[in-house]
């Protein structure tokens, strides 16, 4: 079976840095997605990787070591429009991810 | 600006019904996609097409079907609803893309 963890909830202060972890162990992997989902709303892409390292997008930067089997999501200047879900996938193929059960993340002044 | 939209945001069925919940997205994509959202679950695949008039199962396949017959337009049916059915629906497309674009959702409950 797939295996994708992350952590069910993390709490941060407004203006700070919080880094999200997703760890996987799956059959195959061809890149990790993320994606950004607020309460009561669809999820938004934000970051593919296919290659080891860092992107970054702005505020928000992703990082994929293939080898460790192991992600991050780093989210910068913490706002309080941060609050929301954020959601690990794996691509196995074809671009279909295959979720994690997400992190919710709640910023707090 | 992509727009995938969903037939209805809340949906109450009784248990043995059949249910269809309809997505259609208006950018040409060929590929779309089922899910189901459920609390400490996350998002499972149930089904996903490449085509029109093509389906592939995914991770949670039973008790659920779809129709493609046109190329916007992407149906789930619900044949005999039952209550562990219940749970929020999302509806995503994409192109050859790696991003997927998400309907609002619908929140089925089945009594």
């Known amino acids: 079976g797939q295996n994708i963890d992350q952590p069910t909830e993390m709490t941060a202060t407004e203006g700070a840095i919080v880094q999200i972890n997703c760890t996987y162990q799956?059959?195959?992997?061809?890149?990790l997605f993320w994606y950004q989902q607020h309460a009561g709303e669809a999820p938004t892409f934000l970051s593919y990787n296919v290659l080891d390292g860092l992107e970054e997008k702005g505020r928000f930067s992703s990082f994929l070591s293939r080898s460790k089997g192991y992600s991050y999501l780093l989210l910068k200047e913490l706002q309080m429009k941060d609050s929301a879900s954020y959601l690990c996938a794996v691509d196995l193929g074809g671009y279909i991810p295959t979720f994690g059960r997400g992190t919710s993340l709640i910023v707090h002044p | 600006d992509v727009k995938v939209t969903q037939s209805s945001r809340y949906l109450v069925k009784r248990t043995g019904e059949k249910v269809f919940l309809e997505c259609v997205q208006d950018?040409?994509?060929?590929?779309m996609f089922w899910y189901r959202q459920d609390p400490g679950l996350g998002l499972r695949l149930i089904y996903f097409?490449?085509?029109?008039?093509?389906?592939e199962k995914g991770d949670i396949p039973e008790g659920y079907s779809v129709s493609r017959e046109k190329k916007e337009r992407f149906s789930l049916i619900l044949e005999s609803a039952s209550t562990n059915q219940t749970s929020m629906y999302l509806c995503a497309s994409n192109r050859d893309k790696y991003e997927q674009y998400f309907g609002p959702g619908t929140r089925l409950t089945v009594t």
């Open positions: 097409s490449y085509d029109v008039k093509m389906k």
């Open positions: 950018m040409d994509h060929e590929n």
């Open positions: 799956t059959s195959g992997f061809n890149g």
